[in-house]
């Protein structure tokens, strides 16, 4: 089993709500990020997680709440979000945080609209 | 600015032909990777080349790495309608924990 799945695929939320977003591997990966992808850019990396360890975290607002409950489950809580956080939220993993070495694998994404 | 620059921004092309996208960047890297996006979802992993290779294949891609200028080309030969999609380069810098990806180039095969 190759993939990541993520659940929901598109999320439409006010700015006072509270949702999450919710990625899950079952390759035996120990390494799970994170991206926010805006229309035509590159994905951006918001967070790692290494062993359940949140290993990067690139300045994100408080906003996005990230959770590793297992090795195999990651989760992104919004709350008090902003339109212009309206975007593709990808999520990724690999075999191990050792870049000389593994590449990531992509799940769908979650397309989220603030309104 | 970006660590990955990639050339040209667009692309497009009859079936069969070949597709050529470039990818530049800034600081020493351990690896480069590049990774195929159809619209609106997300990346798949191409192919992975490390700093210490010139050249590696897999299928119809190849791929080339020029440390000393900083540069890379990603090669589909024979492209299909089904290649359409955009391509990303993305840089694993030394010291660093993360992938840093390159704009990309939107590739349009016609048919």
């Known amino acids: 089993d190759t993939e990541v799945t993520q659940t929901p695929k598109h999320l439409v939320m006010g700015m006072t709500n509270k949702k999450s977003l919710k990625c899950e591997q079952h390759m035996g990966h120990r390494a799970m990020y994170w991206y926010k992808q805006k229309a035509k850019k590159p994905p951006e990396l918001m967070f790692v997680y290494s062993y359940e360890k949140l290993s990067i975290n690139e300045s994100v607002p408080s906003r996005f709440s990230p959770e590793c409950p297992n090795s195999s489950l990651l989760n992104l809580h919004l709350h008090a979000l902003q339109p212009e956080d309206s975007a593709l939220y990808l999520c990724?993993?690999?075999?191990?945080?050792?870049?000389?070495?593994?590449?990531?694998?992509f799940g769908p994404g979650t397309r989220l609209t603030v309104t | 600015s970006q660590q990955g620059e990639e050339d040209p921004q667009a692309l497009s092309i009859q079936e069969g032909e070949n597709a050529t996208m470039n990818c530049s960047y800034k600081?020493?890297?351990?690896?480069l990777q590049w990774y195929r996006q159809n619209s609106g979802r997300g990346l798949v992993h191409l192919i992975l080349?490390?700093?210490?290779?010139r050249e590696k294949h897999s299928g119809r891609l190849r791929v080339t790495l020029d440390t000393s200028k900083k540069s890379s080309s990603l090669l589909i030969t024979a492209s299909r309608a089904a290649d359409t999609a955009s391509y990303f380069c993305?840089?694993?810098?030394?010291?660093?924990?993360?992938?840093?990806f390159g704009q990309g180039t939107r590739l349009t095969i016609n048919p």
């Open positions: 990724a993993s690999s075999q191990l945080l050792d870049f000389t070495t593994y590449e990531q694998y």
């Open positions: 600081t020493s890297i351990n690896n």
């Open positions: 080349i490390r700093s210490n290779e």
């Open positions: 993305a840089t694993a810098i030394q010291g660093a924990q993360k992938l840093v």
